[in-house]
C-alpha cells in the first residue's frame, strides 16, 4: 500500500506501478480510488523500471494529511475484523538478502523456532522469505537445519503457518529434548545441543565430518606436541 502511494504521488505511470507490484492496471486503478488517491495529469506521468520502483526509499514525506487513509486501511469493516495481507517479498525485499549460518543470530534464532516447531522445509523457506527477504529452497533449508543440529519428529510435522502454534510447539519440543544453543569452539558458528541427544558440547557435528578430517588430524598432532 505504502509503495503504491509513494509511486502513485511521483506521478508513475499505472503501467510500471502494476508491474511492481504484480497486479493489473485496473486493480492498481480501483485500489487508488478506494485510498482516496485523485487523478492525475497524464501529461506528467512517466515510466519507471520496476528495479527503480522496488527500490523507492519508504517512508515518504507526502505533501497532505494520509491518517483518514491509514485509520481506512486498518478499520474493520462490516462489523469484521480487517485482513491485513503481508507485503509481497519482492516490494520488500527488492534485493536477496544474505545469511551466513552462525553468523547473524536474528535469522539464526527464527530459523531455529521454525525447525524446533515440525513446520516443513517449504514452509520454513516462505516464512524466511517474507520476514527476511532470505531465499531458501528446500534442500537448503533441510541443509541448515542438519548442520544446526535441530532434532525434528518427521511423523509430526506441519505444513500450515500459525504464529501461536509454531511458538507453542518450538518451546515444547526444546524443552523436552534439553535443547540449549552452543557455539562450536572449532568452526565458531552455532549449533544446538540437546540433552536427549547427548554428543559433543563443544564441538558441532559437522567438525567431524570428512570436509574438516586434516583439520582434525593436525589439531590432534599439536596437542601429542603440546603433551611430549
Not at 527503480?52 to 514525506?61: F, G, M, Q, Y
Not at 523456532?113 to 534442500?139: C, H, N, P, Q, Y
Not at 544446526?148 to 511423523?155: F, P, T
Request: positive net charge; contains cysteine.
Amino acid at each position: 500500500m505504502r509503495l503504491l502511494i509513494a509511486l502513485w504521488l511521483d506521478n508513475v505511470s499505472a503501467a510500471s506501478i502494476a508491474a511492481t507490484l504484480g497486479r493489473s492496471q485496473s486493480s492498481v486503478h480501483g485500489k487508488r480510488r478506494w485510498l482516496g488517491l485523485g487523478v492525475r495529469d497524464r501529461k506528467r506521468l512517466t515510466e519507471r523500471p520496476v528495479v527503480e520502483c522496488r527500490a523507492t526509499a519508504l517512508p515518504w514525506k507526502p505533501t497532505f494529511d494520509v491518517g483518514a487513509i491509514v485509520a481506512r486501511l486498518f478499520s474493520p469493516t462490516h462489523g469484521r475484523l480487517p485482513v491485513i495481507p503481508e507485503m509481497d517479498p519482492r516490494v520488500r525485499f527488492p534485493v536477496d538478502v544474505k545469511w551466513v549460518l552462525g553468523r547473524d543470530k536474528d535469522k539464526d534464532e527464527r530459523f531455529s523456532i521454525l525447525g524446533f516447531a515440525g513446520l516443513k522445509a517449504a514452509a520454513i523457506a516462505e516464512r524466511m522469505l517474507v520476514e527476511f527477504g532470505v531465499r531458501l529452497t528446500e534442500s537448503a533449508v533441510n541443509n541448515r537445519i542438519s548442520r544446526l543440529q535441530i532434532v525434528r519428529d518427521r511423523r509430526d510435522m506441519i505444513s500450515e503457518y500459525d504464529e501461536g502454534a509454531v511458538e507453542r510447539r518450538a518451546a515444547e519440543a526444546m524443552k523436552r529434548l534439553g535443547a540449549t544453543l552452543r557455539t562450536c569452539s572449532e568452526l565458531n558458528r552455532s549449533f544446538w545441543w540437546c540433552k536427549a541427544k547427548g554428543g559433543n558440547r563443544s564441538t558441532c557435528r559437522e567438525f567431524g565430518t570428512k570436509k574438516f578430517q586434516a583439520r582434525k588430524a593436525e589439531r590432534s598432532c599439536c596437542e601429542v606436541t603440546a603433551l611430549a
